[in-house]
């Protein structure tokens, strides 16, 4: 935006351009809108013209979009401009090969159609991960009520759950996650952080059938301490969020930190690597 602002391109007009970015307060900007939405020279010439440079990921944000543009019955008209590279987040890795099969009138009803699917999955995901606060807030309900009544067994319990120390014991199962967070992962990485308690509840069931404890099985995101407790790397995760990444995937960068890992006293058992892309070639 700021480029095109200072190109030659728009030097003929630049004196009657009012530049929005998102350090202009909130106020400002409905006071810069609501001025072009009632200027006479501006409806005269069609009123507010709105551009939008992204699909959205969900439709409420798209109406707002196009609900800039002019009040009250005036003249105003809108459209979508796309660029072809950041729609891999909806594609994924092949997103060239299918922007290709989709120009034309049908690009939009595509779009939205695959968009839909994601939220759809990302939906799905956000349940386990409500149920899941559900369980940690009835939990920590119940251990209000143990404190207010006196009930010393309960509190111990919710205490010595929240807070187990390491096993020392038993042999440690620990798994690295290689996990690519680039621009057409974020759907993939929003159903991880949602879903990553429910997998260590089910790997406990797993571990107590088989009469062993729950913190024999740890995993790790890279880079980050070893955890037994999903909520801990949940809480990691909602940190990290997805962007860039167009072409080939720095794989060998997670490959590489792994090795070392498992050189140290505990080692791994296993690594896991989610992407949607290959590795870079020998000399990239």
């Known amino acids: 935006l700021l480029g095109f602002y200072n190109s030659d391109t728009l030097s003929s007009i630049k004196g009657s351009v009012q530049l929005i970015t998102e350090r202009v307060s909130a106020k400002e900007r409905e006071t810069f809108i609501k001025r072009a939405a009632t200027d006479g020279k501006v409806l005269a010439n069609g009123g507010i013209h709105v551009l939008q440079t992204f699909f ?12 800039r543009r002019a009040r009250q019955g005036d003249r105003d008209s ?3 401009i796309l660029l072809e590279n950041d729609l891999e987040w909806i594609f994924g890795a092949p997103w060239e090969n299918e922007v290709k099969k989709i120009k034309g009138s049908i ?3 595509t779009l939205d159609k695959e968009c839909s699917k994601l939220y759809e999955n990302s939906s799905a995901g956000r349940e386990l991960g ?6 940690d807030h009835n939990s920590s309900k119940n251990f209000l009520d143990a404190l207010i009544t006196g009930d010393i067994d309960r509190v111990k319990k919710f205490l010595l759950e929240q807070n187990r ?3 020392i014991d038993s042999p440690v199962s620990r798994t690295v996650l290689l996990m690519d967070a680039s621009g057409s992962m974020s759907n993939l990485l929003s159903a991880t952080k949602e879903t990553i308690c429910t997998m260590f509840e089910r790997a406990w069931v797993v571990l107590g059938e088989k009469g062993l404890p729950n913190d024999t099985f740890a995993m790790q ?9 999903g909520s801990h790397l949940r809480m990691f995760m909602n940190t990290i969020s997805s962007e860039g990444g167009m ?3 720095a794989i060998e960068i997670g490959l590489w930190y792994a090795p070392k890992e498992g050189g140290t006293k505990e080692s791994i058992s296993q690594v896991i690597l989610i992407g949607r892309a290959p590795a ?3 000399p990239e």
């Open 280 to 282: 870079n070639t020998q």
């Open 165 to 167: 120390g390491p096993n």
């Open 130 to 135: 409500i149920a899941q606060c559900t369980s």
């Open 56 to 67: 959205s990921k969900e439709l409420s944000e798209e109406y707002q979009i196009m609900g």
């Open 247 to 249: 072409g080939r995937k």
């Open 221 to 229: 995101f890279a880079f980050f301490a070893w955890e037994t407790k």
């Open 78 to 80: 809108y459209r979508m």
């Open 107 to 109: 690009l939009y009803e």
